[in-house]
């Protein structure tokens, strides 16, 4: 997998950050699945560390995604 510009790696970290903004103005569903897409991204693109430091955020990540699927539609 080739490696993730600058450019790249600073829209996934402001996903991330977005997704925690949005989680705290009560959008929770959409800021769980910022906060997924942005640590699989980065998780996805860091293929020269070991495989614990790639493979758990990225588990992190799909579980994240799986319970943002899963919540009620009112929250």
């Known amino acids: 997998m080739r490696e993730i510009s600058s450019l790249q790696l600073r829209i996934a970290y402001a996903l991330i950050a977005l997704g925690v903004v949005m989680g705290i103005a009560s959008f929770v569903r959409t800021g769980a699945l910022l906060i997924a897409a942005g640590t699989a991204v980065i998780s996805l693109a860091r293929s020269g560390k070991g495989r614990f ?3 758990l955020p990225l588990t992190i990540a799909v579980v994240l995604f799986g319970l943002a699927i899963a919540l009620p539609k009112g929250l």
């Open 53 to 55: 430091e790639r493979y």
